[in-house]
């Protein structure tokens, strides 16, 4: 049973050395009660206390959760991933996860990002960013679709953050008009026709 005032965290993986390096980050996070780990949603059931207020679950393992929503309302999940490519995040989103952190996400944001996801808002991590090759031809992923650049998947991080184009501009030292030109390519390969599409995907689960 998490203490009153402070937060119940669950993490779901396949992994359990994984499983224990996440949970560890949390032990002694006077903000975090730590409710244990399961390999898989099935297993849920043998977990003592209440439900998690929020859960760091495997992509892989998503479905399964997504598959029984009721057992999970009133719990925010943020998605771990080694697969970050825009279907995934995509995935994500319009499944109501309330962050998406790649498996390079440095443990130090992991911590911030849960605690962002506590006050309510989204966390989203992409991954080490890829450096800028020269294109050659569309790279295009199993389904057809179209992979983000290094820099596309940057500027789908800062707008999945609300960050707006001139802020965007000043952070990665590019002009406003590169920046909307970027965007509109990440709005067209992911499917959604601007930022206000965008954020109606982004909605706490449950």
Same mark, same amino acid.
């Given at each position: 049973m998490a203490e009153k005032g402070r937060c119940g965290l669950l993490v779901l993986h396949s992994s359990p050395l994984i499983r224990k390096a996440i949970l560890?980050?949390?032990?002694g996070d006077p903000g #975090? !009660?730590?409710? *244990?780990g399961s390999p898989h949603p099935t297993a849920l059931g043998s977990l003592p206390g209440r439900r998690p207020d929020v859960a760091l679950v495997e992509y892989e393992q998503w479905q399964g959760v997504r598959g029984n929503l009721a057992h999970w309302s009133g719990t925010r999940v943020i998605l771990y991933s080694r697969d970050n490519t825009p279907r995934s995040v995509v995935d994500c989103i319009r499944g109501g996860a309330a962050g998406f952190v790649h498996e390079s996400c440095p443990p130090e944001s992991i911590v911030k990002g849960l605690?962002? #996801?506590l006050s309510g808002r989204s966390f989203w991590h992409l991954g080490?960013?890829?450096?800028?090759r020269t294109p050659v031809a569309p790279r295009a992923d199993a389904g057809g679709q179209w992979?983000? +650049? *290094?820099?596309?998947?940057?500027i789908l991080g800062l707008l999945l953050r609300r960050r707006s184009n001139e802020e965007i501009a000043q952070e990665l030292c590019l !002009? /406003? /008009?590169t920046v909307k030109n970027y965007a509109s390519r990440v709005f067209h390969k992911v499917g #959604? +026709? *601007?930022r206000k599409e965008l954020f109606r995907m982004l909605r706490p689960c449950g």
């Open positions: 560890d980050l949390f032990r #975090v !009660t730590v409710l *244990g605690h962002d #996801v080490a960013d890829e450096p800028e992979k983000l +650049s *290094g820099r596309e998947e940057e !002009t /406003q /008009q #959604v +026709s *601007g």
